[in-house]
Each structure stands twice: as structure tokens, then as C-alpha cells.
């Protein structure tokens, strides 16, 4: 199994971002992708799921109409975009695979390598 993100984005306040995961060896649509982010000396903070099989998506509140998870099934990929960018979204973006197990009960198993993203003027 494999998330391979896509490389480290600079930009400038107020403009987008839109990051990648490929995922490989595994059944694409059997498993929710989550999006958690760790800014500097902060600890991780989780920015929502998506169910890769219909789209439905699941965004943390903090986020709400600002974030747009995707997910393309013809390439196993999926998509964060962040708009509206402030200097307090510098962090780094992760994908990670989530294992439902229950409906009270799951686990991450395979994390992407990570995203820089930097804010900045």
C-alpha cells in the first residue's frame, strides 16, 4: 500500500491550494481517505474524510466552505483544496487510508509522506 502526495506548494494569502494523494496497492473505494494537518509546533489537527466509492465527504467544522475533498476513482487519487489561504494554514498536509471497522471504531494504517504547504507573502 502506498499515498504518494503530490509536492510542496508556496502561496500567497487569499489564493488556493489543491493537493494530491495517489494511492496504490489496495482497493481504492473500500476505505475512507481523511486529510489531517500539522502546522508548526502545533499537533495534528483533522480536516475531514472522504469516501472515495460515492463522494460523500465529512469536513471538521474549523473548515466548512473553505475545504473540498475529491476523490477520482479512474486514477485512485484524491484531492484537499484550501481557498481563501491565510498564514495560519502553513503546515503540513497529510492523506491518510482510515480502517472502519466499527461505527464507533476505526484506525489509520497508511499515511502519504506529507505536503508542505507554505503561506506567505
Known amino acids: 500500500v502506498q499515498l504518494v502526495q503530490s509536492g510542496a506548494e508556496l502561496r500567497n494569502p487569499g489564493a488556493s491550494v489543491k493537493v494530491s494523494c495517489k494511492a496504490s496497492?489496495?482497493?481504492?473505494?473500500?476505505?475512507?481517505i481523511d486529510w489531517v494537518r500539522q502546522a508548526p509546533g502545533q499537533g495534528l489537527e483533522w480536516m475531514g474524510r472522504?469516501?472515495?466509492?460515492?463522494?460523500?465527504?465529512n469536513y471538521a467544522q474549523k473548515f466548512q466552505g473553505r475545504v473540498t475533498f475529491t476523490a477520482d476513482t479512474s486514477t485512485s487519487t484524491a484531492y484537499v483544496e484550501l481557498n481563501s489561504l491565510k498564514s495560519e494554514d502553513t503546515a503540513v498536509y497529510y492523506c491518510?487510508?482510515?480502517?472502519?471497522?466499527?461505527?464507533?471504531?476505526?484506525?489509520?494504517?497508511?499515511w502519504g509522506q506529507g505536503t508542505q504547504v507554505t503561506v506567505s507573502s
Open positions: 472522504i469516501d472515495p466509492e460515492d463522494g460523500e465527504t
Open positions: 496497492g489496495y482497493t481504492f473505494t473500500s476505505y475512507y
Open positions: 491518510v487510508k482510515e480502517v472502519l471497522v466499527s461505527s464507533y471504531y476505526s484506525f489509520y494504517d497508511y
